[in-house]
């Protein structure tokens, strides 16, 4: 068995089971130095793992001491998975709340803005096919800045 972290339930499984092993050893003086070993493993895991609790309320409380946080208390989840689908969601909302969900309806900006000049941008029919016609024309409305210097020189 290659060396690998091992949590508390898998090691007490591996004893149970080499326990269950030694019935099947014939030799009765192998059988008990076995057991005799696998007994102290045991003891000397639970003492471990005494020990190692022990030592994080010391941590902890070293810590407290100090005025730090020691190990946070992590906490089972206790909420109910309810795992459904998007779909599902949608479907079982109250339509009172259809006028929240409805997004903001927004007023276009064009009409506040000030038109400083008008260009019109004139076609050259002569490169244009013989089967094309005139669809009318659309207005775009294209905003820049300008940024330009205003240096006075006062004496």
């Given at each position: 068995?290659?060396?690998?972290?091992?949590?508390?339930?898998?090691?007490?499984?591996?004893?149970?089971d080499?326990?269950?092993?030694?019935?099947?050893?014939?030799?009765?003086?192998?059988?008990?130095?076995?057991?005799?070993?696998?007994?102290?493993i045991?003891?000397l895991?639970?003492?471990?793992?005494?020990?190692?609790?022990?030592?994080?309320?010391?941590?902890?409380?070293?810590?407290?001491?100090?005025g730090?946080?020691?190990?946070?208390?992590?906490?089972?989840?206790?909420?109910?998975?309810?795992?459904?689908?998007?779909?599902?969601?949608?479907?079982?909302?109250?339509p009172?709340?259809?006028?929240k969900?409805?997004?903001?309806?927004r007023?276009?900006?064009?009409?506040?803005?000030?038109?400083?000049?008008?260009?019109?941008?004139?076609?050259?029919?002569?490169?244009?096919?013989?089967d094309?016609?005139?669809?009318?024309?659309?207005?775009?409305?294209?905003?820049?800045i300008?940024?330009?210097?205003?240096?006075?020189?006062y004496?």
């Amino acid at each position: 068995m290659g060396f690998k972290q091992l949590n508390k339930n898998d090691i007490q499984k591996i004893i149970v089971d080499l326990h269950s092993e030694t019935a099947y050893l014939s030799d009765p003086k192998t059988k008990d130095i076995f057991n005799t070993l696998l007994n102290i493993i045991d003891k000397l895991y639970s003492e471990n793992e005494s020990l190692k609790e022990q030592n994080q309320q010391l941590k902890d409380e070293v810590n407290c001491l100090k005025g730090e946080q020691g190990k946070p208390t992590i906490k089972a989840n206790s909420q109910p998975s309810d795992h459904s689908s998007e779909k599902e969601r949608k479907e079982n909302d109250d339509p009172s709340d259809e006028k929240k969900k409805n997004k903001r309806q927004r007023k276009p900006k064009l009409a506040n803005v000030k038109i400083d000049r008008e260009r019109i941008c004139p076609i050259d029919k002569s490169i244009l096919p013989k089967d094309a016609f005139s669809k009318g024309f659309s207005d775009i409305v294209i905003q820049d800045i300008k940024i330009i210097t205003d240096n006075v020189k006062y004496r």
